[in-house]
Nanobody, 116 residues
Framework: QVQLVESGGGLVQPGGSLRLSCAAF????????MGWYRQAPGKQRELVAS???????NYEDSVKGRFTISRDNAKPTVYLQMNSLKPDDTAVYYC??????????WGQGTQVTVSS
């Protein structure tokens, strides 16, 4: 089964940028939709961005225009470029299958903290 390892998080000031990576140990080329999720303290995990094998993307309203999801099935890795970060973006970020199908086992996630 595919294992997912997220990285790239950290502490950043408001307005800053981070690029998250999700390395998949196993092929994701047969997983049509991959996504990035986040979970803030005391809140449910939410899907913030998704991408199909064909490159179609979808974003949650609060991140539109600031986040960009991409994938490289050859590596295989899924990325999340996050710009103009806000304190409300503070959360643990995870990647996984999105929208259809059974979720893969969750990775450990990567912590993103936006604070001055």
């Amino acid at each position: 089964q595919v294992q997912l390892v997220e990285s790239g998080g950290g502490l950043v000031q408001p307005g800053g940028s981070l690029r998250l990576s999700c390395a998949a140990f196993g092929s994701i080329k047969n997983i049509n939709v991959m996504g990035w999720y986040r979970q803030a303290p005391g809140k449910q995990r939410e899907l913030v961005a998704s991408i199909t094998n064909g490159g179609s993307t979808n974003y949650e309203d609060s991140v539109k225009g600031r986040f960009t999801i991409s994938r490289d099935n050859a590596k295989p890795t899924v990325y999340l470029q996050m710009n103009s970060l806000k304190p409300d973006d503070t959360a643990v970020y995870y990647c996984n299958r999105a929208r259809v199908g059974v979720l893969l086992p969750w990775g450990q996630g990567t912590q993103v903290t936006v604070s001055s």
